[in-house]
C-alpha cells in the first residue's frame, strides 16, 4: 500500500525527481516543494504520514527547527532528513529534533523507499553504513587542537602570541629580545603579561598550557634568532 508523502527541498529539481521516482512505485505525493521558508507550515497543513524534509547543513545549528515544529504539531508526521553524509552531531541533532530517520541525498531510490515504510512503522530509519561512519567517527575522532587553545590564543596580542612560541621554544629573555628586535627589558614585559594572561605562575606551566590546549599548532612557528655564545642566559 502506497505512502502519504511530501518531498520538502530548497532544491526544486530534487524534489519534483524524487517525487516522480515514489508516484511510479505506487506512492500518493500530496507536494513536493522547495521553500526556502514555511516549510513546516507547509508539512502541518498537508498532513502527510512521511515527509522527506531535505538540509544541506545538517550540523548547522537551528537546521532541523522546522522538524521540531512539525512533531509539535503534527506528531503523527513521520520526518525523514534527506541530506549529505553527516557527522554524528549532524545524525544526533535530527534525531533529537524529532526525525524518524536519516537518508544521504545520493541514496538510491529502493533505500529511499525502505526507509519510508520503516518510518511510517514507527522504525528509526538511517543506514547501517551511516551509523557505522558515525560510531566509527565517535570512538576515533579526529585529533584536533582544544578549543581552549582558541580561546586563549584570541586572549594574547600577535606580539604575545610570538613571545609564547619563544618561550615554549626554550628561548630565554635575551634572546627572545633579540630574536623579535626588542629591548631586554620590553621582552621582559611581555613574557609577565603572557604569563598573566594565561593565569600561571611559570614559563615552564605557560609553555605546558600552550602544548596541551594546540595553542603552538594554532599559531605556528616563528623565525628565531641564532644564539649569542659568548653571553650566559638570563635569569
Request: hydrophobic letters at 45%; a neutral charge; aromatic letters at 2%.
Amino acid at each position: 500500500m502506497g505512502v502519504r508523502l511530501m518531498v520538502v527541498d530548497d532544491h526544486r529539481l530534487l524534489a519534483e525527481a524524487l517525487a516522480s521516482a515514489l508516484k511510479l512505485r505506487g506512492h500518493r505525493v500530496l507536494a513536493a516543494a522547495a521553500p526556502a521558508a514555511g516549510a513546516a507550515e507547509l508539512v502541518i497543513t498537508r498532513a502527510p504520514e512521511v515527509c522527506l524534509l531535505g538540509t544541506a547543513t545538517p550540523a548547522e545549528p537551528g537546521i532541523f527547527d522546522p522538524v521540531v515544529k512539525i512533531k509539535r504539531d503534527r506528531p503523527q508526521v513521520a520526518v525523514l532528513v534527506l541530506g549529505p553524509v553527516p557527522s554524528p552531531r549532524g545524525i544526533a541533532a535530527a534525531f533529537a529534533a524529532g526525525a524518524s530517520g536519516y537518508v544521504r541525498h545520493d541514496e538510491r531510490i529502493e533505500g529511499v523507499e525502505r526507509a519510508i515504510m520503516k518510518a511510517r512503522a514507527g522504525e528509526a530509519a538511517v543506514a547501517p553504513q551511516l551509523l557505522q561512519g558515525a560510531f566509527s567517527e565517535l570512538l576515533n575522532p579526529a585529533a584536533q587542537p582544544d578549543d581552549e587553545g582558541q580561546r586563549l590564543l584570541q586572549m594574547l596580542t600577535p606580539r604575545e602570541v610570538e613571545v609564547l612560541v619563544r618561550v615554549a621554544d626554550g628561548e630565554d629573555t635575551r634572546l627572545i629580545a633579540a630574536g623579535m628586535g626588542i629591548a631586554p627589558s620590553t621582552a621582559r614585559t611581555h613574557v609577565q603579561r603572557v604569563l598573566m594572561k594565561l593565569g600561571v605562575g611559570s614559563r615552564l606551566e605557560a609553555a605546558a598550557l600552550a602544548a596541551r590546549t594546540g595553542l603552538l599548532d594554532r599559531a605556528g612557528p616563528v623565525p628565531h634568532s641564532p644564539p649569542d655564545l659568548g653571553a650566559g642566559p638570563e635569569s
